[in-house]
């Protein structure tokens, strides 16, 4: 089960500009899985980009409702485990943060995560499904 970079969450809304390949990919890959750090990510995001707080919880349920009708699973993956794992992958392959973190949920859950980012590519054992053709 692969799992989605926080821009294939964006990617989601009609109005985006890559939302064609997300609609493509869920219904070519059926197993596909939200971790609950690509789900933070877009909230903080969200919030980055002066979204108010109505706003963000708006977004996180019309997102959660998407997630549901394309029967795309979350996944709980945050734990003390996985920061230090996200630590190491951050220090050892440059990585930022949020890359990072999502990086460990990947690896610890199928070794795959969908992202046009290639700096995904970074990380051994990490195969790299693109979003989009770009």
């Given at each position: ?10 990617a ?7 939302h064609q390949?997300?609609?493509?990919l869920?219904?070519?890959i059926t197993?596909?899985?939200?971790p ?5 990510e ?23 409702e998407a997630?549901t009708?394309s029967n795309?699973?979350?996944?709980k ?11 190491e992958?951050?220090?050892r ?7 990072s ?8 859950l199928?070794?795959q ?10 990380a ?5 499904i693109?979003?989009s053709s770009?």
């Amino acid at each position: 089960m692969p799992v989605a970079d926080t821009e294939f969450l964006f990617a989601l809304n009609p109005k985006d500009h890559k939302h064609q390949h997300a609609m493509r990919l869920i219904k070519e890959i059926t197993d596909i899985m939200v971790p609950d750090t690509a789900t933070l990510e877009f909230q903080v995001v969200l919030r980055a980009r002066g979204r108010n707080l109505s706003q963000v919880k708006m977004a996180l349920l019309a997102l959660h409702e998407a997630l549901t009708r394309s029967n795309v699973e979350e996944a709980k993956t945050v734990s003390t485990s996985l920061l230090a794992f996200q630590s190491e992958l951050e220090e050892r392959y440059g990585l930022s943060y949020f890359d990072s973190l999502i990086a460990a949920s990947a690896l610890t859950l199928d070794r795959q995560v969908i992202s046009d980012d290639d700096a995904f590519e970074r990380a051994p054992n990490l195969k790299r499904i693109p979003l989009s053709s770009k």
